[in-house]
Nanobody, 119 residues
Framework: QVQLVESGGGLVQPGGSLRLSCAASGSFFSINDMGWYRQAPGKQRELVARISNGGTTTYADSVKGRFTISRDNAKNTVWLQMNSLKPEDTVVYYC?????????????WGQGTQVTVSS
């Protein structure tokens, strides 16, 4: 019933920028937190950035000062602006949303979008 569609990934050189987007659609009352996670091979999925419904943000230390998360509640969309990209940022990025449906909060994941930072 709920889909998170990601876009914006791709290949960029070190120091470059990308902007990821994630749009939620389907049946829900509202969206609580939204965020971006990433997972490298052999490692746990880790938080990159998260933003509450009210706009409070949280960032991983590794991306502070380089990445910015934002959202538009009217559009049910969250973005991740990634600047000063490094090779170690090369990984699949997953959109996440906590969706309120009735009295229950459900967690949903996007399909993932590949970010590759390489010369």
């Amino acid at each position: 019933q709920v889909q998170l569609v990601e876009s914006g990934g791709g290949l960029v050189q070190p120091g470059g920028s990308l902007r990821l987007s994630c749009a939620a659609s389907g049946s829900f009352f509202s969206i609580n937190d939204m965020g971006w996670y990433r997972q490298a091979p052999g490692k746990q999925r880790e938080l990159v950035a998260r933003i509450s419904n009210g706009g409070t943000t949280t960032y991983a230390d590794s991306v502070k000062g380089r990445f910015t998360i934002s959202r538009d509640n009217a559009k049910n969309t969250v973005w991740l602006q990634m600047n000063s990209l490094k090779p170690e940022d090369t990984v699949v990025y997953y959109c996440y949303a906590e969706v309120l449906n009735g009295r229950t909060v459900y967690g949903y994941w996007g399909q993932g979008t590949q970010v590759t930072v390489s010369s």
